[in-house]
Nanobody, 116 residues
């Protein structure tokens, strides 16, 4: 059963850093890819970053250079390290896992609030 669970959200000042974690997808080798999306108040959910089982990483332009997606295979945990946070990064961040059958599972989200 793939059920991503996020943690690590909170309140941070602009310019600060935060690391989000995601567990509950099994192992990175048992899925196609992991990723993060976010939904700001009043906006649609948008893609943030993807990490494939082969180790390739992809980032939305809005976070490129400020965010890093990585995995700790021993802990079956995927991280999203976010630096130089801006007020516009305020959103609920969702972890997703895409199975080998290309079915995407989403977590329930963790709130990140960046104060300016």
């Amino acid at each position: 059963q793939v059920q991503p669970v996020e943690s690590g959200g909170g309140l941070v000042q602009a310019g600060g850093s935060l690391r989000l974690s995601c567990v509950g997808y099994g192992s990175i080798s048992s899925i196609n890819s992991m990723g993060w999306g976010r939904q700001a108040p009043g906006k649609q959910r948008e893609w943030v970053a993807t990490l494939t089982s082969g180790g390739s990483t992809y980032y939305a332009d809005s976070v490129k250079g400020r965010s890093t997606i990585s995995t700790d295979n021993a802990k079956n945990t995927v991280y999203l390290q976010m630096d130089s946070l801006k007020a516009e990064d305020t959103a609920v961040y969702y972890c997703n896992a895409k199975s080998l059958a290309l079915v995407t599972y989403w977590g329930k989200g963790t709130l990140v609030t960046v104060s300016s």
